[in-house]
């Protein structure tokens, strides 16, 4: 019932930039906190940025501060990943996720407290 598709993914060289986006099919995408993550191989996933169901509160992930900024649009129902000054440890899998209803994590970068999960857009940085 809840889907979400990421798009956008690419690869550039080292400091260029790159959107991100994702296209959320559910009823209650206004009131849903959103999330980025990234994964490489054999490591863990890992927070990138997140944003309130309003878009006032963002979060994000020490190694992106300054770089990335979230959005979202929730009218269009749509998420969005500015990435900007990339380096090559910005080459990842990511994946736009959602919580489950209402609810507000405690850690809003935190993989565990994000129900779904769209399937995921390559991003490569070549130094």
């Known amino acids: 019932q809840v889907q979400l598709v990421e798009s956008g993914g690419g690869s550039v060289a080292a400091g260029g930039s790159l959107t991100l986006s994702c296209a959320a099919s559910?009823?209650?995408?206004?009131?849903?906190?959103m999330g980025w993550f990234r994964q490489v191989q054999g490591k863990e996933r890992e927070g990138v940025a997140a944003?309130?169901?309003?878009?006032?509160?963002?979060d994000y992930a020490d190694s992106v501060k300054g770089r990335f900024t979230i959005s979202r649009d929730n009218i269009k129902k749509t998420l969005s990943l500015q990435m900007n000054s990339l380096k090559p440890e910005d080459t990842a899998m990511y994946y736009c996720?959602?919580?489950?209803?209402?609810?507000?994590?405690?850690?809003?970068?935190?993989?565990?407290?994000?129900?779904?999960w769209g399937q995921g857009t390559q991003v490569t940085v070549s130094s």
């Open positions: 996720a959602a919580v489950q209803g209402t609810g507000w994590p405690g850690y809003p970068l935190g993989s565990t407290s994000y129900n779904y």
């Open positions: 559910m009823y209650t995408y206004s009131s849903t906190y």
């Open positions: 944003i309130s169901p309003g878009g006032i509160r963002k």
